[in-house]
């Protein structure tokens, strides 16, 4: 079921993209027409098993042709970055390049990311957490080219920051571009996803996890009130819990 045909979602702008490494899963979301992208990063293929990177890319592309996938280098040094960034643009499809803002040591890939968006490479900025990092993104993507600029609204929001002003703050950030899409990175409840929408961002991503939450859209309260009353009264039963 897609995004837009659930009832309760019916009319949403945003984009729901899925966020993991599970190829089956992907292969599988993709069927059923529930997301409109894929994201990954080298932390969830660690997590799911992926021992070559880019045999698994060239896998989901393969079976994933004509959605944005997301994939990112890892080089710290910033010319070998630009070198890995040119050969996973290589591995064809929809193919976004994720590249970090900065590196591990803090220094801005901004000219990384000037240098590549300049050559027509589809970037997906990474590791975004505060507006300045988002006007450095903009700054240096090339205005005619297809980027995505990921911030990770979760994470601001882990901080006790709520991520909505900066969010929507960043879509303004984002206006004079018009291939560029802002994205929720890290999303924790549900609710994020009209947090998202409301602020304007174009894309969320969400796990399997979250994406299986989906329904529960508008649901009616007091039903699921019954519901969760019912689950605590049969869980006790079969568990065969006795107070004397």
């Known amino acids: 079921m897609t995004l837009a045909s659930r009832g309760a979602l019916r009319g ?27 994201t ?31 994939f990112e280098v890892f080089a710290d040094d910033l010319d070998r970055m630009a070198d890995e960034a040119r050969a996973i643009a290589s591995w064809g499809g929809r193919t976004y390049v994720k590249v970090p803002i900065t590196n591990t040591r803090g220094v801005s890939c901004a000219p990384v990311l000037a240098k590549l968006s300049a050559e027509g490479l589809s ?20 205005p005619d080219v297809p980027s995505i600029v990921s911030v990770f ?30 994205l929720w990175a890290s999303p924790r409840e549900l609710l994020n996803l009209l947090q998202a929408e409301q602020c304007g961002c174009h894309i969320l991503t969400a796990t399997s996890d979250l994406l299986a939450k989906l329904p529960l859209v508008g649901k009616d309260l007091t039903e699921y009130s019954l519901e969760t009353v019912r689950m605590f009264h049969g869980d006790a039963e079969r568990a065969g819990y006795r107070i004397r």
Not at 155 to 179: H, K, N, S, W
């Open 40 to 70: 990954t990063n080298p932390t969830l293929m660690r997590k799911a098993g992926v021992a070559d990177y880019e045999r698994f890319a060239r896998q989901a592309i393969a079976a994933i042709p004509d959605l944005p996938l997301s």
């Open 153 to 182: 609204a979760g994470r601001i929001a882990d901080t006790g920051i709520d991520p909505v002003p900066i969010m929507t703050q960043a879509v303004r950030e984002l206006a004079d571009l018009a291939e560029a899409e802002l």
């Open 123 to 142: 970037l997906n900025v990474t590791a975004i957490t505060t507006l300045e990092q988002v006007r450095t993104a903009a700054r240096n993507l090339n």
């Open 12 to 38: 949403l702008r945003i984009k729901l993209f899925m966020d993991g490494a599970d190829l089956e899963a992907m292969r599988r979301a993709y069927a059923a027409g529930e997301v409109q992208g894929f």
